[in-house]
């Protein structure tokens, strides 16, 4: 009977161990790569997100003012809505429970990539008015308390006007009462280009819908 040779435990040899962490590395090293990924995406679409939720306000907050929008028979040939220089300046109507109609100049302005909005008190009275509207048509970058920041990031704005059959820029056009009514406008579109991004957002608003 031949003498049997003691068994011998084989493990891992090193190049072994150093292929077996070289490709659990190389799996690691993909995996935090997708996971990075997802997680830039992630950002950049809730960024996107927030920033369509805050456009939207802010186009639903101008559509309510374009509504309530003064008649101009009301304001006695003064102006009631002037657009030009990244700003736009309105006369609305304050409809309230158990108080009299009253007038308020409401003011856009892009400062400093900010969408602002001001609203001046209200009032009965139009000389009132006279100074509410100069003072907030020569409003300053200084001047800006009381202004509601509506959304950030926007670079552009512009606004052109529904006159008769057609689109027409609003810079240089009067409502003032001098002017003939077939000129007054009846629809506003505003159009914000938001920073990074060629395209803009535009919106279309009936003027004095309420």
């Known amino acids: 009977m031949m003498p049997t040779l003691p068994n011998r435990h084989r493990g891992f040899t090193l190049i072994e161990l150093l292929v077996a962490i070289s490709i659990l590395a190389i799996v ?9 990924g997802i ?11 927030g920033q369509t939720r805050g456009m939207q306000l802010a186009f639903a907050q101008m559509q309510s003012d374009a509504a309530r ?11 009631y809505l002037q657009a030009e220089n990244q700003g736009l300046t309105l006369v609305r109507l304050v409809l309230s429970d158990m108080q009299p109609t009253r007038l308020q100049v409401v003011s856009y ?3 400093n990539g900010e969408l602002l909005r001001r609203e001046s008190p209200a009032t ?16 300053s970058d200084q001047d800006q308390q009381g202004s509601v920041t509506l959304q950030s990031g926007v670079q552009g704005l512009s606004v052109r006007y529904w006159v ?11 409502t003032a009462a001098s002017t003939t009514t077939a000129n007054q406008p009846t629809g506003m579109e505003v ?16 003027l004095g819908a309420l």
């Open 164 to 174: 008769g059959t057609g689109w027409v820029p609003a810079a240089g056009i009067s």
């Open 28 to 36: 690691a090293v993909l995996g935090w790569r997708g996971l990075d």
């Open 191 to 206: 159009a914000l280009t938001l920073q990074d991004s060629g395209q803009p957002l535009v919106k279309s608003f009936l």
């Open 109 to 111: 302005r892009l400062r």
């Open 39 to 49: 997680i830039r995406s992630r950002s950049v679409l809730t960024d996107q997100m």
């Open 69 to 79: 929008l003064a008649p101009a028979t009301l304001l006695q040939g003064r102006a």
């Open 124 to 139: 009965r009275e139009l000389q009132q008015l006279d100074a509410l509207w100069q003072a907030a048509i020569s409003n």
